[in-house]
């Protein structure tokens, strides 16, 4: 049984099968080299201070009163806390996740 020639005109294909005369360049070949980006590095607009600040909150177990934006205020401690969010657990309440982003300021009540 023969098979046909393969095809060696024609347009490339995409996917790497074929269609077209082989080059010799696997994916990544024949590219240049990047360059390592020169000029001044880019600040991470962070001095983690707001980190440090959200740590000793929760290791002190610190009540807070959190303004928000709307004018209403919310009591309670902090358990966690991240780059978008805090969670804030209250007594006899459900907890609450506010957005730092909705939060006016925040008044430290004392130890739990």
Same mark, same amino acid.
């Given at each position: #049984? #023969?098979? @046909? !020639?393969?095809? &060696?005109?024609? @347009?490339?294909?995409?996917?790497? +099968?074929?269609?077209? %005369? !082989?080059?010799?360049?696997? %994916?990544?070949?024949?590219? $240049? $080299?990047?360059?390592? +980006?020169?000029? $001044?590095?880019?600040?991470?607009? &962070? &001095?983690?201070? /707001?980190?440090? *600040?959200?740590?000793?909150?929760?290791?002190?177990? #610190?009540?807070? +009163?959190? =303004?928000?934006k709307t004018r209403d205020e919310v009591e309670g =401690?902090? /358990? *966690?806390?991240?780059?978008?969010?805090?969670?804030? &657990? +209250?007594?006899?309440? %459900?907890?609450?996740?506010?957005?730092?982003?909705?939060?006016? *300021?925040?008044?430290?009540?004392?130890?739990?």
């Amino acid at each position: #049984m #023969m098979r @046909p !020639p393969r095809r &060696t005109d024609g @347009p490339r294909r995409s996917d790497g +099968r074929g269609g077209g %005369p !082989p080059s010799g360049r696997g %994916p990544g070949k024949g590219r $240049p $080299p990047q360059r390592a +980006r020169k000029g $001044p590095k880019k600040l991470s607009g &962070t &001095t983690l201070a /707001e980190h440090a *600040y959200w740590n000793r909150v929760i290791e002190a177990k #610190m009540r807070i +009163r959190a =303004t928000l934006k709307t004018r209403d205020e919310v009591e309670g =401690t902090v /358990e *966690y806390f991240d780059s978008n969010f805090i969670r804030l &657990t +209250r007594e006899g309440e %459900p907890n609450l996740f506010l957005y730092k982003g909705d939060i006016l *300021y925040v008044a430290e009540l004392g130890d739990a």
